[in-house]
C-alpha cells in the first residue's frame, strides 16, 4: 500500500508540473525531468518487487532445509527399525536351516518351544517413517533450484512404500492363516490350556513334512521384507550422509549411521574361502564361486564379493544398537548384501544365508 501510494503520488507530482508548464512553453528539459522521474518510480517497483521476491525465496530455502532435517530424523528412525528387521530375518533363517536339518530332537520340543522357535507363528513388520517425505511432497511445485536433485533421489527412494505395505500385509496374512489353520489341530488348543507339549504336537514338528513345508513358506516371505529393509537400510545412510553435506552437520552422526567397519579389521576378512560345510542353494550367488572357492575383496573400506579379480557385490557392515532376547547382538562382525547376510568369525570362518542353506565356509 505504501508503494502504491508512493507512485501515485508521484505521478499526480509530474502530471501537476506538466499542467504548469502548459501555461509556459514544454521545454526539452522539463520532458527530460519527467521521464527522468518516471524511469526512477519504475526502477523503485521493480527493486521493491524483486527484494520482496528474494525474501520469499530465502524464506522457502529455509523451510526447505527444515524439511530436510525431519527426513534426516525419519531416516534414522527407518535405519534403526531395520535392526530387528533384519536380524530377525537371519535368526528365523538359522531356525528353518535346523528344521530343515532335523536338528532339533524330541528332547528339545518336550522341553516346550516358544512361539519364535516354531517359526511359524511369528511376524513382524518394517515401518518406514514418511513425515518429512509427505512434507517435501506439497513443495514438489516450489522446490528451490540448487535442492531439484537431492528432491529426485529423495522421491526415488520412497518409491518402496507400495511394496513395503505390500510384503508387510503379506507376512502378516501368511502367519495368520497358518494360524487358523492349526487351530483345527487337537492339539493346538489343548496343550495351550494344559500347559504342556503333547505327543502329537512333537511329531507334527519332527515328522510331518508340512510343517518344514509351512516354515519355508513363512522365510520366504520373511525374506521379501528383509530385502526390502537391507536395502532401504544402505540407501538411508547414503541420504542421511548426503543431507548433511549439503546443509552441514547439525549433531553427531549416530553410531549405527553406517555401512563400513575399520579397515584394520575389515583387511582381517579378505582372501579366499573354501566351502566346508552346506551346500550352495538356488538364492546364493554361485556364479562369484569357482571350485567351491569364492573371495572377498577391500575397496573404500567396503568389502566385496570378488569375480574375475574386479570388486563385484559390496557387503556392507550391519551395525546394529537394537537388543532382542530372541535375536541378540552377535559378537561376530555382520555384512548385508542384496544377496543376503555374511558372518565373519575370528577362527577365519564365514557363515553365509541367502534365503536357501547356510553354508559355512573357512579363510585359506
Given at each position: 500500500m505504501f508503494l502504491l501510494k508512493f507512485v501515485t503520488n508521484r505521478f499526480k507530482s509530474i502530471g501537476s508540473r506538466f499542467k504548469k508548464e502548459d501555461k509556459k512553453s514544454v521545454t526539452s528539459s522539463t520532458v527530460f525531468l519527467a521521464v527522468t522521474e518516471l524511469f526512477m518510480v519504475v526502477l523503485g517497483i521493480l527493486l521493491a518487487l524483486y527484494i520482496d521476491r528474494w525474501n520469499s525465496t530465502k524464506s522457502f530455502e529455509k523451510q526447505f532445509e527444515s524439511t530436510l532435517r525431519i527426513v534426516q530424523e525419519n531416516l534414522e528412525?527407518?535405519?534403526?527399525?531395520?535392526?530387528?528387521?533384519i536380524a530377525h530375518f537371519h535368526s528365523r533363517d538359522s531356525l528353518r536351516h535346523d528344521v530343515m536339518m532335523n536338528k532339533f530332537?524330541?528332547?528339545?520340543?518336550?522341553?516346550?518351544?516358544?512361539?519364535?522357535?516354531?517359526?511359524?507363528?511369528?511376524?513382524?513388520?518394517?515401518?518406514?517413517?514418511?513425515?518429512?517425505?509427505?512434507l517435501l511432497l506439497e513443495m514438489k511445485d516450489e522446490v528451490p533450484e540448487k535442492y531439484s536433485e537431492i528432491f529426485k533421489k529423495i522421491k526415488k527412494m520412497y518409491k518402496i512404500l507400495p511394496n513395503l505395505e505390500e510384503y508387510n500385509k503379506n507376512f502378516k496374512k501368511i502367519i495368520w492363516n497358518i494360524h487358523d489353520e492349526l487351530a483345527y489341530s487337537h492339539w493346538f488348543w489343548l496343550d495351550g490350556y494344559y500347559g504342556k507339549v503333547s505327543d502329537e504336537q512333537i511329531d507334527f514338528f519332527m515328522n510331518n513334512p508340512y510343517y518344514k513345508a509351512l516354515v519355508q513358506k513363512v522365510v520366504n516371505a520373511s525374506a521379501l521384507l528383509d530385502g526390502m529393509a537391507r536395502n532401504h537400510r544402505i540407501k538411508a545412510i547414503d541420504m542421511y550422509n548426503e543431507i548433511d553435506d549439503i546443509l552441514g552437520k547439525d549433531k553427531e552422526v549416530p553410531d549405527h549411521i553406517t555401512y563400513v567397519i575399520n579397515d584394520?579389521?575389515?583387511?582381517?576378512?579378505?582372501?579366499?574361502?573354501?566351502?566346508?560345510?552346506?551346500?550352495?542353494?538356488?538364492?546364493?550367488?554361485?556364479?562369484?564361486?569357482?571350485?567351491?572357492?569364492?573371495?572377498?575383496?577391500?575397496?573404500?573400506?567396503?568389502?566385496?564379493?570378488?569375480?574375475?579379480?574386479?570388486?563385484?557385490?559390496?557387503?556392507?557392515y550391519f551395525k546394529r544398537i537394537s537388543q532382542n532376547p530372541m535375536f541378540p547382538i552377535k559378537k561376530n562382525n555382520v555384512f548385508i548384501s542384496s544377496q543376503g547376510y555374511y558372518e565373519f568369525y575370528k577362527n577365519g570362518k564365514l557363515r553365509i544365508g541367502a534365503a536357501g542353506p547356510e553354508t559355512i565356509w573357512q579363510r585359506q
Open positions: 528412525s527407518d535405519i534403526y527399525n531395520s535392526d530387528n528387521v530332537d524330541r528332547e528339545y520340543y518336550e522341553k516346550g518351544i516358544s512361539y519364535w522357535q516354531q517359526v511359524i507363528v511369528y511376524y513382524n513388520v518394517y515401518q518406514v517413517t514418511t513425515e518429512g517425505y509427505n584394520s579389521i575389515s583387511k582381517k576378512y579378505v582372501g579366499k574361502y573354501k566351502l566346508i560345510n552346506g551346500k550352495m542353494g538356488v538364492g546364493f550367488p554361485k556364479y562369484y564361486v569357482e571350485n567351491e572357492v569364492l573371495e572377498i575383496g577391500l575397496k573404500d573400506s567396503i568389502l566385496y564379493l570378488m569375480k574375475d579379480e574386479k570388486h563385484a557385490i559390496p557387503l556392507y
